[in-house]
């Protein structure tokens, strides 16, 4: 009998090799160092490939803390936490997934970190899905292990907020990246809802308003992604204001919880390509995509932290009138085991 690999089988398969392959080094999602800035030449040429602005000099990464102080810990069972004191019988108080605090006992103490790698949703809030059975919680995560290989194997100390499938609170998020101080605090999503068909990728990403770090990480993050994207020929479907961007609530300060409760350290919100949208959704189904885009993101963010590059597609948004969509408070968040 022969079966038909639909996305969501596709997904699945992936899912059940990443973790091996993150745990071994990523030898196959992770790009060498030579490479990362490499032209991708395995995707097809195009005429609506965006320029993409380099610097032939590059700065060091910035420096990391070293004083042992632990910021943030991983826990036994893998969760990472924003450590919010030192317990008095020993141990340390931390933030949990659900915004509670717990006292954990031993663990992996993290100092610092250059990038806070944020997959959207999980657990119980699965985030967007396609017609085909794809899961926004499930790509956001896959896309950020990449991520993360290929910014360690360029030497970046990246620390993720959620590294398998569980819910957390957005404030409990950014408490992480806060708490360690990085440089770079990026949120992973995938779109829905368009305003109709586009002759380039939808790309959205969201930044700071009071932030022009935040504005400029936003900006080098879209560039990367929008010329990665467009080397692909398909039926493509954009807000008309797609870009780089802020949106502001009705108070004047930033719409979105991860960009509100992380300011001090610059953030971006990332909605690459439309889940929604099935020819989008088709090209998420495959490895080969994911991992443009991964790559795509990390030039992004590797050229913020070492050049001073300004980005581009910076564009006025156009003024939205809905409610935020429900998800990434406490209420009826259950806190995974810690230890």
């Given at each position: 009998?022969?079966?038909?690999?639909?996305?969501?089988?596709?997904?699945?398969?992936?899912?059940?090799?990443?973790?091996?392959?993150?745990?071994?080094?990523?030898?196959?999602?992770?790009?060498?160092?030579?490479?990362?800035?490499?032209?991708?030449?395995?995707?097809?040429?195009?005429?609506?490939?965006?320029?993409?602005?380099?610097?032939?000099?590059?700065?060091?990464?910035?420096?990391?803390?070293?004083?042992?102080?632990?910021?943030?810990?991983?826990?036994p069972s893998g969760i990472p936490a924003a450590v919010r004191d030192a317990a008095l019988a020993g141990g340390w108080v931390v933030v949990t997934p659900c915004g509670d605090e717990a006292v954990v006992s031993t663990?992996?103490?993290?100092?610092?970190?250059?990038?806070?790698?944020?997959?959207?949703?999980?657990?119980?809030?699965?985030?967007?899905?396609?017609?085909?059975?794809?899961?926004?919680?499930?790509?956001?995560?896959?896309?950020?292990?990449?991520?993360?290989?290929?910014?360690?194997?360029?030497?970046?100390?990246?620390?993720?907020?959620?590294?398998?499938?569980?819910?957390?609170?957005?404030?409990?998020?950014?408490?992480?990246?806060?708490?360690?101080?990085?440089?770079?605090?990026?949120?992973?999503?995938?779109?829905?809802?368009?305003?109709?068909?586009?002759?380039?990728?939808?790309?959205?990403?969201?930044?700071?308003?009071?932030?022009?770090?935040?504005?400029?990480?936003?900006?080098?993050?879209?560039?990367?992604?929008?010329?990665?994207?467009?080397?692909?020929?398909?039926?493509?479907?954009?807000?008309?204001?797609?870009?780089?961007?802020?949106?502001?609530?009705?108070?004047?300060?930033?719409?979105?919880?991860?960009?509100?409760?992380?300011?001090?350290?610059?953030?971006?919100?990332?909605?690459?390509?439309?889940?929604?949208?099935?020819?989008?959704?088709?090209l998420l189904a495959t490895p080969e995509f994911r991992t443009v885009e991964a790559q795509a993101i990390a030039r992004g963010v590797l050229r913020y932290l070492t050049t001073q590059d300004p980005g581009s597609g910076?564009?006025?948004?156009?003024?939205?009138?809905?409610?935020?969509?429900p998800g990434g408070g406490a209420d009826g968040c259950v806190d995974p085991p810690l230890e």
């Amino acid at each position: 009998m022969r079966h038909r690999l639909t996305p969501a089988i596709l997904l699945a398969l992936a899912l059940s090799l990443a973790p091996a392959l993150v745990a071994c080094g990523g030898e196959d999602a992770a790009a060498p160092p030579s490479t990362l800035f490499a032209p991708d030449t395995s995707a097809p040429p195009t005429t609506t490939v965006a320029p993409v602005t380099t610097t032939t000099s590059t700065l060091p990464l910035p420096r990391l803390l070293d004083d042992g102080t632990a910021r943030a810990l991983l826990t036994p069972s893998g969760i990472p936490a924003a450590v919010r004191d030192a317990a008095l019988a020993g141990g340390w108080v931390v933030v949990t997934p659900c915004g509670d605090e717990a006292v954990v006992s031993t663990g992996v103490p993290l100092v610092d970190a250059h990038v806070v790698l944020d997959p959207g949703h999980g657990g119980s809030e699965p985030g967007a899905e396609g017609e085909g059975g794809l899961v926004e919680k499930d790509l956001n995560l896959l896309v950020a292990w990449e991520v993360a290989a290929l910014l360690e194997a360029e030497g970046v100390t990246v620390v993720l907020t959620r590294p398998s499938d569980y819910r957390t609170t957005l404030a409990s998020r950014a408490a992480i990246a806060t708490a360690l101080g990085a440089d770079a605090f990026v949120s992973i999503h995938h779109n829905a809802d368009p305003d109709g068909p586009s002759d380039r990728p939808g790309t959205e990403t969201y930044y700071q308003i009071d932030d022009p770090s935040s504005k400029r990480l936003a900006g080098l993050v879209y560039e990367e992604l929008l010329a990665a994207f467009s080397a692909y020929d398909v039926d493509w479907v954009a807000d008309t204001d797609a870009g780089a961007k802020y949106r502001l609530n009705q108070r004047g300060s930033d719409y979105y919880g991860i960009l509100r409760e992380s300011a001090g350290v610059p953030a971006v919100l990332v909605e690459a390509a439309f889940l929604s949208n099935p020819a989008e959704e088709a090209l998420l189904a495959t490895p080969e995509f994911r991992t443009v885009e991964a790559q795509a993101i990390a030039r992004g963010v590797l050229r913020y932290l070492t050049t001073q590059d300004p980005g581009s597609g910076f564009v006025e948004p156009y003024e939205r009138v809905q409610p935020a969509g429900p998800g990434g408070g406490a209420d009826g968040c259950v806190d995974p085991p810690l230890e």
